[in-house]
């Protein structure tokens, strides 16, 4: 229901029902003091016959110049009926004082009077006095209601008018291009509809700011696939080119590292795809590093073994961390994975978890040629590999780690190892005590 | 016929290089730009290059447009995963012959590199035909006087490179640069041992020593010309 017919049947009823009480009291009020005054009337009438001779009544009571409703009997002290003003069946003698009597159907108000040699009663019909006040809040309640429908017109524009700045956002939104997402005019709008604005345009800004994210990534990623598939479309020229046994053996070798690879960069792809950034962690879940260190240690045991590195498992301590845990075990694959294919053969790759100073610590070092110390800024950026290296690496393993880092609020660094031969990459997250 | 081959990705590099040795093309290859830079700058017997543009060290259009700016007339094709048409224009406006977009096939590759050698040379026609001979770089089959000949890869390369300029004689030299590449073991004689191997299956007269100079083909002898054109 649209607002302005909600606040226009509202304020139309909050109009009929104060009309009516006020027209319901006034009715009552008129009811109560026309109920006076027609008792007073009746007492008036009687008391002027109480002192006339009985006979003179007949000629009196005209003269009274009271309506044809009303009913004048008089009884002598035998209990005669000796005057009735109208014709027809008598009222039923009353107790003196105001009393309420039926008669025919009829309710009649009849005032008695005793006096010792007669019994005087004027009465009138009950309705006369309420048709009275029925009239007179009539008087007040038609004026309300006849006017109901020029309220409501003005209720109507002017509600319309208050809501118009709505209505011009929701014309600027239909109207703006499906994939536009500039920001809505936010200047002369009223106060209430401000926030909302701001609100909705910060929502924009930060849907653009994915959007454009993730175009970019695209982008990067179609690029960054030329690569792998140009390397398998040469192999599979030279496997057909093969002529012998060996050299067809030669290229489908070639041909099978090349799949390798375009399977691993788009297998990272999509890891990096995955760790939406900025976005929450859906449900963060208690992550013992120690714990993760040992699995993805057995997981690239095989890839260590091909290599002929060492991967060993050092200081393994309880460090706990709330977390993604798909996340966390990508961060920690790929600086494990990372240290493995950077090393050369015959050398070793030392994973180390651990609390300290109330951080929870994952430590990857290898004996590999490390990262310069001018490049270690620009490491961690899609898809760039070192200048000069030979592995064939996604250039996003860095990249994944950073951003699974980042989401957890966990700090990233690169340093020298130990011995100042290779790379040492410490995560520290904010540490959660064991519970 | 002596290339360079500028390409930063390994596996790229491997396999480019392995097809233009089948093709007979002696291939040198490096990772960098710098590397680039200094192989064109000590190695004046290069006769194309094969150049990437996202490279280490120094950008390929930076490295075309030195190449350029210093006179060096060598034939540049881009090999590029860059395939926007602004940067295939602003490739060829600084200088590059020819624009190949990664990934491509290597049968084009090895087309578009004998047509740039062609151009190079002044030929349109895809075919040499001088002294007698006629050498076919796309089939690399040569004949001799109308007559089939069989050689090796090496001696094509030979042969070819004496008929890139036919008349002037190449010292010994300037041979082992266009037939060998870095690293290569090169025995004190090879060259004398190819040209020996080929007057063994040409003649005496197909290729001639100049004392002193080195080695030349000369315009066939008259009649030599004839006969071919009467066994033809």
């Avoid at chain 1, 159907?105 to 009275?132: C, K, M, N």
């Avoid at chain 1, 590195?309 to 694959?333: F, K, S, W, Y």
């Avoid at chain 2, 624009?99 to 151009?119: C, Q, T």
Wanted: proline share 5%; with cysteine.
């Amino acid at each position: 229901m649209s607002i302005r017919r909600k606040l226009l049947l509202a304020l139309l009823a909050a109009l009929v029902v104060t009309g009516l009480a006020a027209s319901g009291a006034t009715w009552l009020e008129v009811r109560r003091q026309a109920n006076e005054l027609f008792d007073y009337q009746l007492e008036q009438m009687a008391l002027s016959l109480a002192d006339q001779p009985l006979a003179a009544s007949a000629e009196l009571v005209p003269q009274l110049g009271l309506g044809q409703d009303y009913v004048v009997q008089v009884w002598d002290a035998g209990g005669v009926l000796a005057y009735i003003s109208k014709n027809g069946a008598p009222l039923p003698p009353s107790t003196s004082g105001y009393d309420n009597v039926a008669l025919d159907g009829e309710d009649w108000r009849v005032f008695t009077l005793q006096t010792p040699d007669r019994t005087i009663q004027v009465a009138a019909p009950a309705e006369l006095r309420s048709g009275r006040a029925t009239a007179m809040a009539l008087r007040i309640l038609v004026p309300i209601l006849a006017t109901i429908p020029v309220y409501g017109l003005i209720i109507w524009l002017i509600v319309g008018e208050g809501l118009r700045p709505l209505y011009e956002i929701a014309r600027a939104i239909r109207r703006r291009q499906p994939a536009s997402l500039e920001p809505l005019p936010e200047r002369g709008l009223p106060d209430e509809v401000a926030p909302m604005v701001t609100e909705l345009n910060a929502l924009l800004e930060r849907l653009r700011d994915a959007l454009e994210r993730q175009k970019r990534f695209t982008a990067d990623a179609a690029h960054e696939l030329r690569s792998p598939l140009t390397a398998l479309q040469v192999q599979l020229d030279m496997l057909s080119r093969a002529r012998t046994a060996e050299e067809t053996r030669d290229a489908l070798d070639a041909l099978r590292a090349g799949m390798k690879r375009a399977s691993r960069l788009v297998e990272q792809m999509l890891t990096m795809a995955r760790l939406e950034p900025e976005a929450p962690l859906a449900q963060p879940a208690l992550v013992a590093l120690d714990a993760l260190a040992s699995q993805v240690a057995g997981e690239l045991e095989p890839l260590a073994e091909a290599r002929r590195i060492e991967l060993r498992l050092e200081r393994l301590e309880p460090a706990r961390v709330a977390g993604d845990a798909t996340a966390l075990h990508a961060l920690a694959r790929n600086l494990a994975d990372n240290a493995i294919r950077y090393t050369p053969f015959g050398g070793a790759v030392r994973l180390a978890a651990f609390s300290e100073e109330g951080h929870a610590v994952l430590q990857v070092e290898d004996t590999g040629p490390g990262i310069p110390a001018e490049e270690r800024s620009r490491v961690f950026d899609r898809f760039y590999r070192l200048p000069g290296s030979s592995v064939e690496g996604s250039g996003l393993g860095l990249a994944i780690a950073k951003q699974v880092a980042d989401a957890h609020g966990a700090e990233i660094a690169l340093a020298d190892a130990a011995g100042g031969h290779g790379l040492r990459v410490t995560v520290r997250f904010k540490a959660v005590s064991a519970a | 016929m002596r290339l360079l081959l500028v390409e930063d990705d390994a596996m790229i590099g491997t396999g480019v290089r392995a097809a233009l040795r089948q093709d007979g093309y002696v291939v040198d290859w490096v990772q960098d730009g710098a590397a680039a830079e200094a192989a064109l700058a000590a190695e004046p017997a290069f006769a194309l290059v094969l150049l990437d543009l996202g490279l280490p060290k120094k950008d390929g259009l930076a490295l075309l447009e030195g190449l350029r700016r210093r006179g060096k007339r060598i034939p540049v094709l881009i090999i590029t995963a860059r395939d926007a048409v602004a940067d295939r224009v602003r490739g060829l406006d600084l200088g590059a012959d020819d624009y190949l977009v990664k990934p491509f096939e290597l049968d084009e590759l090895s087309a578009r590199i004998r047509a740039l050698l062609r151009r190079h040379a002044g030929r349109a026609e895809p075919v040499i035909e001088f002294g007698g001979f006629r050498l076919d770089p796309t089939t690399r089959k040569v004949s001799y006087l109308g007559r089939d000949v069989n050689v090796s890869g090496r001696e094509f390369s030979l042969l070819t490179a004496l008929l890139e300029r036919p008349g002037r004689p190449l010292s010994r030299a300037q041979l082992e640069e266009r037939l060998y590449g870095w690293g290569e073991e090169i025995a004190s004689n090879s060259v004398e041992v190819h040209v020996h191997n080929l007057r063994r299956k040409l003649g005496e007269r197909a290729i001639r020593t100049v004392r002193g100079a080195g080695y030349v083909i000369d315009e066939a002898p008259a009649e030599a010309c004839r006969s071919a054109a009467s066994s033809s």
